[in-house]
């Protein structure tokens, strides 16, 4: 028989033995990377945590007031379609009730017209007060 290392029952334990302390430093490395990659990501959420909280107290009142601000313009828009509605009635109205005072005009003027000329077949010359005042006195000072 030859005579190699290998052969030896205590070489191949002692092997075995540097195996298994090769894989357990692997294994013990690999959970120290982990524990610190654990530590920095629980540092991380802590710090999103924070900046999360920060963000709820500075954004939520202003999601508050945008809520309000869209409710007040909707609020305006329907305050707007309402005030052009009676704007719409208003002039048409407006045509109407002007329409009725030109019809109106015109009946004035033509019972006027007829009245001034029944009224100057009675009376051939019509006096103004005025001019009847005037035409007094100048007759009871001669």
Not at 56 to 69: A, V
Not at 96 to 110: D, Q
Request: aromatic share 8%.
């Amino acid at each position: 028989m030859l005579f190699h290392p290998w052969t030896m029952p205590y070489h191949r334990n002692n092997f075995e033995s540097e195996m298994l302390t090769m894989q357990h430093q692997e294994v013990m490395t690999d959970m120290k990377k982990m524990s610190e990659q654990v530590n920095r990501a629980l540092v991380k959420c802590t710090h999103l945590t924070l900046e999360n909280d920060w963000y709820c107290r500075s954004f939520c009142p202003l999601l508050t007031e945008l809520f309000e601000l869209k409710n007040n313009a909707q609020r305006a828009r329907h305050e707007n379609r309402e005030l052009l509605w009676e704007q719409i009635a208003l002039k048409e109205s407006i045509k109407e009730t002007t329409r009725f005072c030109g019809e109106a005009s015109m009946k004035i003027r033509v019972t006027s017209s007829l009245r001034s000329e029944h009224c100057s077949r009675r009376f051939p010359r019509a006096q103004s007060r005025t001019t009847a005042l005037r035409d007094r006195t100048v007759h009871q000072e001669h």
